[in-house]
């Protein structure tokens, strides 16, 4: 991680209030806690609002799949995708807008034990690839179906449900100089928008891969095109 000290103070709901390209370089470095897990982050992409980013999620308006995104900001958006695992997102810019950043990568630094023993795996997974992807960043935090729209600023550690809540702390933010952007992964769509942001040389952060087109057949089922928000 470098020198210094991870910060416990909570980032306030103004600090989502922006559009998602923006708040998602200033989170790498912050810290998402989630019971007993704490994840620094590490790497994230931007997801604009409807009509104007077509890779994401809200860019044909709210549905009751994406109705958070267009909730207050600071909330989790937390969906399932090609069958197989969960993303999370953090809600961006005032109510209404829908919007989000894709949270990809980032190292456990609390609850070590408890993030690797959600791992189906027998083996003994490294500490840099618990959290090292969107799903395996949200199964080391143990978030699911039912967290969508689970409150991640502070307030939500004051009520009383340790292991419910979420918060976004300060943690130690990453200087300029060490933030990278270059192309969201994997989508299809608007391949060239540099919005995936990381902290340039960090181990946990996950291989950049271009999108190649999935083969579908009659019993696939799937919702939602890329792992995006």
């Not at 210094?4 to 998602?20: K, N, V």
């Not at 090292?132 to 729209?149: F, I």
């Not at 942001?197 to 799937?222: E, I, K, L, M, Q």
């Amino acid at each position: 991680m470098g020198g210094g000290q991870l910060s416990s103070a909570p980032l306030p709901r103004s600090f989502f209030e922006r559009p998602s390209h923006e708040v998602a370089p200033d989170l790498l470095g912050r810290v998402l806690v989630h019971g007993p897990v704490a994840v620094r982050l590490t790497e994230v992409e931007a997801y604009g609002g409807p009509g104007e980013d077509p890779a994401a999620h809200t860019y044909r308006g709210k549905t009751p799949r994406n109705a958070v995104m267009f909730g207050p900001p600071g909330h989790l958006y937390v969906y399932f995708t090609y069958g197989m695992h969960f993303c999370a997102n953090l809600v961006c810019l005032p109510e209404g807008f829908g919007s989000a950043v894709l949270l990809r990568a980032g190292e456990v630094v609390a609850g070590l034990e408890e993030a690797r023993a959600r791992r189906s795996s027998a083996r003994r997974v490294p500490d840099r690839d618990l959290a090292r992807g969107p799903a395996r960043l949200t199964m080391a935090l143990g978030l699911a179906r039912e967290h969508n729209g689970l409150d991640a600023v502070r307030e939500g550690l004051a009520a009383g449900q340790p292991h419910q809540a979420a918060a976004v702390l300060e943690g130690l933010p990453a200087g300029p100089e060490l933030i990278r952007s270059g192309p969201r992964t994997g989508i299809s769509t608007a391949k060239e928008t540099p919005w995936r942001f990381w902290v340039d040389g960090d181990p946990t952060v996950s291989p950049y891969r271009a999108h190649v087109p999935r083969r579908r057949n009659a019993a696939a089922t799937s919702v939602g095109e890329v792992p995006s928000s």
